[in-house]
């Protein structure tokens, strides 16, 4: 199998596949999974792009290639889901292309922007990411995962992380615009299907995220039969990371693995 991912928990307990965000790797699922690991055998694969996952094809549309990479890892029984920020679109994706083989789907902040329509938040949100274009377009793209990270990150400025973190992250700025036909404008035809997913959803954001989270979810509420929103306090979009223990309990007490 092409690519690589952590796995946690013993293979014979109910299989989970966590996708994370974009600028990441698998590795940001650590505290969540050893908190899982008990209940679920996780499986975590690097996404395309991302750290040893399979390299981006520039003739291909980043998402699809993305879900496509990330089927290869789906087990084949029933396996419960869990995607965030960008992952969490790939996460939906796969539940609605593939709605036999998932038991659960638990979506961490989904940037599927098209979503909140002109919403407030969506609005609020365009202007973000006109700001990372002029950064990109004045000052490289340094400048531009600086200015993306002031609303995505986890708190902590690019000035101030190591220097290999902020290298990686300044090298994949290129995901962020390579996305934006998947989430500002539902390039896969995600939301037509909302009404088809089939199992229960548990859509999970922190309380202090971008207002465009809210929009998001209170839009998938909408559609979505089987969907319940959790709010984690204090906590902003990087809440996989910095509560972790916060997500996992959220998770387990939703689904009762």
């Avoid at 996952?53 to 699809?64: E, I, L, M, Q, S």
């Avoid at 087990?75 to 969490?88: D, V």
């Avoid at 709010?231 to 809440?239: L, R, S, T, Y």
Wanted: hydrophobic share 45%; net charge negative; with cysteine.
């Amino acid at each position: 199998m092409t690519g690589f991912a952590r796995h946690w928990g013993d293979v014979d307990l109910p299989p989970a596949l966590l996708l994370h965000c974009s600028l990441s790797h698998s590795g940001a699922w650590a505290g969540v999974a050893r908190k899982l690991s008990g209940q679920l055998h996780l499986i975590a694969p690097d996404l395309v792009g991302h750290g040893q996952g399979p390299a981006h094809d520039p003739d291909r549309d980043y998402h699809d290639q993305t879900t496509e990479a990330a089927l290869r890892w789906l087990p084949e029984g029933q396996t419960h889901l869990i995607g965030h920020s960008f992952g969490a679109t790939v996460a939906l994706r796969l539940a609605l292309d593939h709605p036999h083989r998932v038991a659960s789907l638990t979506l961490i902040e989904p940037v599927l922007f098209a979503a909140a329509g002109d919403s407030t938040g969506a609005l609020a949100h365009r202007r973000g990411a006109a700001d990372v274009a002029s950064a990109l377009a004045t000052g490289g793209p340094r400048a531009a995962t600086s200015v993306f990270l002031t609303n995505w990150g986890g708190g902590q400025p690019l000035d101030a992380m190591p220097v290999s973190q902020a290298k990686y992250m300044i090298d994949r700025i290129w995901i962020e615009r390579a996305s934006s036909p998947a989430l500002d404008h539902d390039g896969a035809g995600l939301l037509p299907r909302l009404g088809a997913v089939a199992c229960p959803v548990l859509l999970i954001e922190g309380a202090l995220s971008p207002p465009v989270i809210a929009d998001i979810h209170r839009a998938f509420v909408k559609e979505i039969p089987q969907a319940a929103r959790v709010i984690i306090p204090e906590a902003g979009h990087m809440a996989p990371i910095t509560h972790p223990g916060a997500v996992a309990s959220a998770i387990a007490v939703h689904h009762s693995f």
